[in-house]
């Protein structure tokens, strides 16, 4: 099949953010505070913050999902694009990176949107489905360790209503996904999550080619 999708170098790419990037300063910041820590290259790009926020806001979302906090970045820019009474149920293991995130949603006036869970995400993504949540979510973000990218996902599936979006980081997974020499287990993950979903007819699927991938499933 021809390729119709541009390869983006740093020219192109530099023009892209030129003519679309609105990066509103407080995300800004915490870009570049989060460049400095040894794990800098987990937080997605400036152009892909900005697409999902623009979903939140397409859907009219007030209900939120996030499997994987980090420093902060996605769950800032969906809050940000969330109503006053809009929440984001942001899941994450690590005490150290999260804090990095709430100062920043305490200095972008969201902290009362986002309602952190500190544990493993497949734990707390059981314990709503307990609690009755099922059905109730707008939209959730899947990106986290890539070996329970599945699970996360079946959790998620039942967490969204019919209509609610599922966006999954790192499909493309920098090229090695379509190498056949890389078989290392997160690489194998990746490549077997994607053909799950590709066959899923749960959803309707668009796989974005934006940084890294990011697969969009709707709910049906
Ligand atoms: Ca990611």
């Given at each position: 099949m021809a390729n119709k999708t541009l390869g983006l170098d740093s020219q192109l790419y530099e023009y892209l953010q030129s003519v679309s990037l609105r990066e509103p300063e407080i995300l800004a910041q915490l870009r570049q505070e989060t460049a400095q820590l040894p794990m800098g290259r987990m937080q997605i790009a400036p152009d892909q913050g900005q697409f999902m926020a623009l979903l939140v806001q397409l859907m009219g979302a007030k209900k939120t999902l996030e499997v994987g906090v980090f420093t902060g970045y996605s769950s800032l820019a969906v809050a940000l694009a969330l109503p006053p009474d809009g929440k984001v149920v942001a899941c994450d293991v690590s005490e150290e990176y999260t804090a990095v995130a709430r100062r920043y949603w305490q200095q972008a006036g969201v902290a009362d949107k986002v309602e952190l869970h500190i544990a493993p995400a497949l734990e707390t993504l059981a314990q709503l489905l307990a609690g009755g949540q099922a059905n109730t979510f707008d939209f959730a973000f899947i990106d986290a360790d890539k070996s329970n990218y599945t699970n996360y996902y079946e959790q998620a599936l039942q967490l969204v209503r019919p209509g609610g979006l599922i966006a999954v980081d790192n499909v493309l997974w920098s090229g090695r996904?379509?190498?056949?020499?890389v078989q290392d287990n997160r690489t194998k993950s990746i490549r077997a999550f994607n053909q799950r979903l590709h066959q899923d007819q749960r959803v309707s699927l668009s796989l974005v080619a934006i940084a890294d991938g990011l697969t969009l499933a709707l709910k049906r």
């Open positions: 996904v379509a190498d056949p020499q």
